[in-house]
């Protein structure tokens, strides 16, 4: 069972727009939401993470956006750059554990 | 941020053999190592999950006589195919969790290994 929805699978957007990816989950226990980053051939990279007890974080051109009650987080990417093309994998874990249960990642592609 | 190397980047080795991979945390000390597999256009499979000074816990489904992991220090944790198969040809992954209230995993580079 997939602990951690997300969608879409792929996503082409222009250079200077806005990429958005939406991740679900159902375990109301999960209290730490990252999001990854990651080019072919490379390990996972750490974007930004949120937790529970705020709605929104922005760093530079990326913000997590949270509604608890909807259990659902989304990643924005502003300004979209050709460099940002990659795969994106959103994740959940809960303090108690140590395991990150991860989405199924959206492929970004943004064309100049 | 955290370093986390892993070695070899790529191995290319023949059915039957032994192959190790290292993981190292190299500017921080982890209490907790993970260990994933990756097959082309998927999400990353959790395989393992060690601490320092413990037997590894392995997923549902992970052989743990084929897949040894050894997490012999704070910065160091090995994953050893063993009696490696073309099927074993992956791309493996490692993560390092520091202690305390830290809940982020930092990522290898991964290792992409082929069996012939």
């Known amino acids: 069972q997939q602990q951690v929805k997300q969608s879409p699978q792929s996503l082409i957007v222009q250079k200077g727009g806005i990429s958005i990816i939406n991740c679900a989950y159902e375990?109301?226990?999960?209290?730490?939401f990252p999001w990854y980053q990651q080019f072919p051939g490379k390990g996972p990279a750490l974007l930004i993470a949120?937790?529970?007890?705020?709605s929104e974080k922005k760093e530079g051109r990326f913000t997590i956006s949270f509604n608890k009650s909807a259990k659902q987080f989304s990643l924005h990417i502003m300004d979209s750059q050709p460099g940002d093309s990659a795969t994106y994998f959103c994740a959940a874990s809960m303090r108690t554990g140590n395991q990150f249960y991860f989405g199924t990642g959206t492929s970004l592609t943004v064309i100049p | 941020g955290a370093v986390v190397s892993q070695h070899p980047s790529w191995v290319i080795c023949k059915s039957g053999t032994s192959v190790k991979i290292e993981c190292r945390s190299l500017d921080f000390q982890a209490t907790t190592m993970f260990w994933y597999r990756q097959f082309p256009k998927q999400s990353l499979m959790l395989m393992a999950t060690?601490?320092?000074?413990?037997?590894?816990?392995?997923e549902q489904g992970v052989e743990k006589d084929k897949f040894l992991i050894n997490h012999a220090s704070l910065t160091l944790s090995t994953l050893t195919v063993t009696s490696a198969h073309p099927e074993d040809s992956s791309f493996y992954i490692c993560?390092?969790?520091?202690?305390?209230?830290?809940?982020?995993?930092?990522f290898g580079p991964g290792t992409r290994l082929t069996v012939l």
């Open positions: 060690s601490n320092e000074g413990s037997k590894a816990t392995y």
């Open positions: 375990n109301t226990a999960f209290d730490y």
């Open positions: 993560s390092a969790r520091a202690g305390g209230n830290t809940d982020t995993q930092y």
């Open positions: 949120i937790r529970p007890d705020v």
